[in-house]
């Protein structure tokens, strides 16, 4: 699909106020995410059957996109799905979402899911598979004021899906763990979720990725999670800025016990966990390793080589 | 919703041929069931935070409906969820489904969803829960020559998603693993797929659950499986019948030892398993207690207590 194609798809919509609350590109046409709607039948939904990538625009440029690109394609393919677009195509679809939207600052989704079955039919290899987009705005893991007075999270008793059960690294729908590991922090006075796995060893959380860090040496997770952009980035950061990092079990007694606490994604970068179960991590204030990573990360964001700027027109 | 307005609510929906496919309800209104859409950013889809039941109607009646109504409404309360509608009104929204479509066997299908979060929002707590229904001609897991010949099982690789992650007593769409393994099954020869969990312990299937039959005694898995209503039939009828069973930890060992295998789901009753990882099970044919057993369960569709029939008017 080339811009001009676009442009004339994108006219079908409606008017442009429409969109102003977000733009979808669903069933091969843009709409205002509000009216945004996918079949009933098709198994993306009554399977979660699917995979999906989001990357974020900011200040009107995208950040990493052929990162989230390449990992959303991996996605595709470990599923045994294959795209109805092409990569220009799909990278023309959510430039054109933005363009559609006018935000500057915006969370961009992209689905590959089953599709529907014929009628009767229970074997995922009878679908052509669906492709949809949406771009709305930047949703915050925590808005800019919990990230600096850092975030309250609780070590949730639920499980995350295991390894051996969904591939963590084809990012998945599968969700209802981290919902209700949101529900337990929420009962216990938290206001969000870290996962272990069956070794007490931390995970993830909804939607992040988990740091620790002692004595100045940061540790990550390395097994059963998501191979998070936001956590690469991080990764890099502190490869160039020679801060010592290890990708390894964490187990959950070392968050507790950790000098700084922090998690990372694409809805918001890098922010600081300032409790652990109601008992305050460090000093109970975001600490500087974590204020470093953060900074680094946002100022990675003028970097070119990162950065696809958007053509508002 | 009385059935007056439901008459009201399905003319809006469009001509009659137009449901012959199937029907929806789907945000308050009648539609045909290739129209049917959910919101993109329902978390039901988006986070696969839902849950649903399927029930189905044989010779225009629907067979025990108030179980899998039981059996739903306990998913989303134990989900933190909340109904829009209640009971009574749930099954008049599926009887006017299956009277529009005109349907005597289908399948029909039940879901209720996080619902879409307002914008920016990350709470699961800050949702109006959805609620959609569907019905479809019947869906066979295996269609009627394939049950007289039995199915084709692998067991699989994939482990199935642990209790201690999603409680799989609450009916969800958390599928990848089954999705999986079915690919793995159909790798390999097989037409489908049984899930072990760690401990190399049967678990289900994707959409049935498994039992086996040694020397006159039938055992079935007893945790991290659905409570399948049918599975429930099934145990019913054996206590009826004096047949002995047993619900219990089923190593994989012992399926691929048994005289017989037979899988239990809505999706075709009571279905027999010929062959396991290529092996014939007992003679390689369907065995006495699964025909005596398929045979009583389509015979109790006749027991008025089972049977709410439909008005097709």
């Not at 990357?55 to 394609?73: K, N, P, T, Y």
């Not at 600052?105 to 290899?125: F, H, K, M, Q």
């Not at 949406?134 to 995350?160: C, M, N, Y």
């Not at 998070?228 to 959950?252: F, N, Q, S, W, Y």
């Amino acid at each position: 699909m080339g811009d001009e194609e676009l442009e004339q798809n994108a006219k079908t919509g409606g008017d442009s106020r429409a969109y102003a609350a977000g733009a979808a590109f669903v069933e091969g046409r843009f709409v205002p995410v509000a009216e945004a709607r996918v079949p009933i039948l098709d198994w993306g939904f009554l399977r979660s059957d699917a995979t999906y990538d989001v990357a974020h625009v900011w200040r009107g440029s995208f950040f990493r996109l052929e990162d989230h690109l390449d990992r959303f394609e991996r996605g595709v393919a470990r599923l045994r799905m294959s795209l109805p677009y092409g990569r220009e195509e799909i990278r023309n679809v959510l430039l054109g979402c933005v363009r559609l939207s006018g935000l500057r600052d915006a969370y961009a989704e992209i689905i590959c899911t089953r599709g529907v079955p014929p009628p009767g039919s229970r074997d995922p290899r009878d679908c052509e598979n669906n492709f949809f987009a949406f771009v709305v705005p930047f949703v915050w893991i925590a808005d800019p004021h919990k990230q600096e007075r850092g975030l309250h999270a609780t070590i949730s008793r639920v499980r995350r899906i295991a390894p051996e059960s969904v591939d963590p690294t084809v990012k998945n729908y599968h969700w209802l763990d981290l919902q209700k590991g949101l529900f337990d922090a929420y009962d216990r006075g938290g206001e969000t979720a870290i996962l272990v796995d069956a070794g007490d060893n931390v995970v993830e959380g909804p939607g992040f990725n988990v740091f620790a860090v002692k004595d100045g040496a940061i540790s990550t997770p390395e097994h059963g999670v998501l191979e998070g952009i936001t956590r690469k980035t991080v990764i890099e950061l502190a490869a160039r800025d020679r801060i010592p990092l290890e990708a390894r079990p964490v187990p959950a007694e070392e968050l507790r016990q950790a000098d700084e606490v922090f998690v990372s994604s694409t809805a918001g970068g890098v922010i600081p966990i300032t409790t652990v179960d109601g008992e305050a991590v460090g000093g109970g204030r975001p600490g500087t390793v974590t204020r470093r990573l953060r900074e680094a990360y946002w100022d990675l964001h003028e970097d070119p080589r990162f950065s696809l700027p958007v053509a508002y027109g």
